[in-house]
């Protein structure tokens, strides 16, 4: 069984920053791309960043371009996004999605999610 465990949310302050953290847990897997969503109240879950097995190819939501960075530390099955020049729109539930290889089957797993929370 994979799990998918955040950590690192809280209260920021409106030009400061957060970094999150996300590891996958289990046996006989491996990671394809993973990435990170959000979903603010009463909103769409979106995608905020996404990053490749290797970690060469990242893309990013036009919102949070210049001022986050998601990258991935493969031995240790994590993936991270620092968060930097923090808005208060984007607070929101933050959550770690991970694309799991088990065998010839991907499968895509969600974390519990985290709360951010940007005061101005």
């Known amino acids: 069984q994979v799990q998918l465990v955040e950590s690192g949310g809280g209260l920021g302050q409106a030009g400061g920053s957060l970094r999150l953290s996300c590891a996958a847990s289990?046996?006989?897997?491996?990671?394809?791309?993973m990435a990170w969503y959000r979903q603010a109240p009463g909103k769409q879950r979106e995608l905020v960043a996404r990053?490749?097995?290797?970690?060469?190819?990242?893309n990013y939501a036009n919102s949070v371009k210049g001022r986050f960075t998601i990258s991935r530390d493969n031995p240790k099955n994590t993936v991270y996004l620092q968060m930097d020049s923090l808005k208060p729109e984007d607070t929101a539930v933050y959550y770690c999605?991970?694309?799991?290889?088990?065998?010839?089957?991907?499968?895509?797993?969600w974390g519990q999610g985290t709360q951010v929370t940007v005061s101005s």
């Open positions: 289990g046996s006989g897997f491996s990671i394809d791309a």
């Open positions: 990053i490749s097995s290797g970690g060469l190819s990242t």
């Open positions: 999605n991970a694309d799991i290889i088990v065998g010839i089957n991907v499968y895509a797993y």
